[in-house]
């Protein structure tokens, strides 16, 4: 029997959260008041991010600059997306996907992927985005866990699909951006298909809870899991977008966020358009003068990037960013690591701005700690909660802990972006919920002023003889010391200590490890952090792994450091 959204609905996610935590007396799900552009019940992402805004008088207004890798550039109103989006819904429609069937993007950054991601979410179909550099098995794992339906990919991404279709049952259409004409009966050309549809597309009136974007975890244990949204998280999206990044209706936005990872949708696609904000949207790799005519001749006001980008910026010479007037950009975001202090203090040296962190998972689906404009940075802090989310230091036994005392960082479960299910897993699903909180899997503490600061995964922290050591406080104290660019710890079995501190360290140019260097790293991890925490072994690297969100892959590091399986690493990237 065919399963539709409101099926999904209740069994993913009603029973695992509403009813667990009915049942223990605790707090239900309770949503929040409707904002002026929710309008006659109408919850639709897709709706809201285009015929909303034209009906809001922005058809001619510019949606999307898109800036290629070798020149190309493609400019969209708000009318050119709701009419591309509208037509994309339509061919969904005419090749027979219904509310609460599951449709892939697999793409690289390109115009296609948000008219399409938009499209598909008019049409109530579940849409998850992948990375275009995944490889087969990363395809076979999230598409045959999905039971997706269709993919949309271009030409030079066909063999792979093709050599894995046989394991995919479920698979009934692949779309290609880039042939002229169909290549089969179920490989059809997106070109032929929305020249053929209608331009005009009434959206079906879309409940809050009908489910919307499907992201697969990057699967640091085990296979990756599926993390399914529904429409009603545009609320805390546009919320935050507001609240956090302080958007404005003049605004040039720039999230750098590839679309497979929920930033890229979250912020790159939904928050912005919810809001009718202009954005920018580069197809190239990371290049430091590239991006800097890019903030320039954008004259890009609001940024929001990732650690690894701005890790990347530091190991360049200061001379490179002499020559660019930053003048109009207002505001810096970083998601993804917690940024280190050493991050912030470069950030306001050489870019002349402090660069606010924010905090928040794939889970989560939008900003839920966070730095912003008007709070006082603590650099090296998360910062504090987002109005109206609870947070809390929680014990493995469920007692709240007091302020500096390091345990579980958890949410009250409620908020509007709140993930509703570990796709087809929900048993997996009702283990991130116990005590009345939602486990984000990070330790942390929270000061006496109420900001809290992350420690590490909680399997990620060192207890190294009897003593916690946060991975990330050594990291950061290495970032301080000259000559290293980048660095990655991990805990490693010993005999005397149960676990040792190991380092990893990526050098800045012109740096060599010795003796000295070494001394030199020992010594500030030691006076900066404790005696405790100081690395008893160090490997040098010419990169630190991490994956598309700059979140070091200590797993991958333990791994190569133990000699063992790093598991999925199909999302591992520089940048």
Not at 74 to 93: P, Y
Not at 108 to 124: D, M
Not at 202 to 210: I, K, N, R, S, V
Request: charged share 25%; glycine share 8%; net charge neutral.
């Amino acid at each position: 029997m065919k399963k539709n959204a409101k099926d999904i609905r209740s069994k993913a996610f009603a029973e695992p959260c509403e009813a667990m935590l009915a049942k223990k007396g605790e707090r239900t799900l309770n949503m929040s008041a409707n904002p002026s552009f929710i309008q006659n019940g109408q919850y639709n992402i897709g709706h809201i991010c285009t015929r909303l805004q034209c009906d809001q008088g922005l058809s001619n207004k510019t949606a999307l600059r898109w800036l290629g890798a070798h020149g190309e550039r493609v400019e969209w109103t708000f009318g050119d997306l709701e009419e591309k989006s509208s037509r994309f819904a339509n061919v969904l429609q005419k090749t027979g996907f219904s509310a609460g069937d599951v449709f892939f993007i697999f793409l690289p950054k390109i115009p296609e992927v948000f008219s399409s991601f938009l499209g598909a979410l008019k049409a109530r179909v579940i849409t998850g985005t992948l990375f275009s550099n995944f490889g087969e098995d990363a395809l076979l794992d999230r598409l045959g866990d999905a039971k997706a339906k269709g993919i949309l990919t271009r030409k030079s991404y066909l063999k792979k699909l093709l050599r894995i279709r046989e394991k995919l049952p479920d698979l009934k259409f692949i779309i290609l951006t880039d042939v002229p004409e169909h290549q089969a009966e179920d490989i059809l050309s997106m070109p032929v298909l929305m020249q053929a549809a209608s331009p005009s597309f009434e959206t079906p009136l879309t409940t809050p809870d009908t489910p919307s974007v499907l992201h697969y975890t990057s699967g640091s244990t085990g296979k990756p899991k599926g993390v399914l949204h529904c429409h009603r998280s545009v609320l805390i999206q546009n919320r935050t977008a507001t609240e956090v990044l302080h958007l404005q209706p003049d605004d040039i936005f720039w999230c750098t966020a590839d679309h497979g990872w929920v930033t890229g949708t979250s912020y790159g696609i939904i928050a912005p358009w919810s809001m009718g904000i202009t954005q920018v949207h580069f197809g190239g790799a990371y290049d430091a003068v590239e991006w800097f005519k890019i903030l320039v001749e954008q004259r890009v006001t609001a940024w929001y990037t990732a650690p690894t980008a701005l890790r990347m910026l530091m190991r360049e010479e200061p001379a490179t960013f002499s020559q660019f007037d930053l003048s109009k950009l207002r505001h810096v975001f970083s998601v993804g690591e917690p940024l280190n202090p050493e991050v912030i203090s470069w950030g306001k040296k050489v870019l002349g701005h402090d660069i606010y962190d924010t905090w928040w998972q794939t889970e989560t689906g939008a900003i839920m700690i966070t730095n912003r404009p008007g709070l006082p940075i603590k650099p090296g802090s998360m910062g504090k909660p987002l109005t109206g989310i609870e947070a809390a230091i929680v014990s493995d036994k469920g007692e709240v802990l007091a302020d500096n005392q390091q345990g579980n960082l958890c949410l009250r479960p409620g908020w509007d972006s709140m993930f509703i299910s570990y796709f087809q897993h929900a048993d997996v699903y009702r283990q991130k919920f116990r005590h009345g909180w939602y486990m984000t899997g990070d330790t942390a503490n929270r000061d006496r002023e109420g900001y809290y600061w992350f420690r590490g995964r909680s399997d990620d922290v060192i207890n190294t003889a009897g003593h916690l050591v946060s991975p990330f406080e050594v990291e950061s104290a290495l970032l301080e010391v000259e000559g290293i660019a980048e660095s990655g710890v991990i805990g490693a079995p010993d005999d005397l200590l149960w676990e040792k501190v190991v380092a990893f360290v990526a050098l800045r140019k012109g740096y060599e490890w010795n003796r000295s260097l070494e001394l030199k790293a020992r010594l500030h991890v030691s006076n900066r952090v404790s005696t405790m925490a100081t690395p008893q072994e160090f490997k040098v690297l010419e990169n630190i792994p991490k994956n598309k969100s700059g979140k070091i892959m200590r797993r991958v590091l333990k791994a190569k450091y133990l000699g063992t399986d790093a598991g999925d690493v199909s999302t591992l990237d520089s940048i």
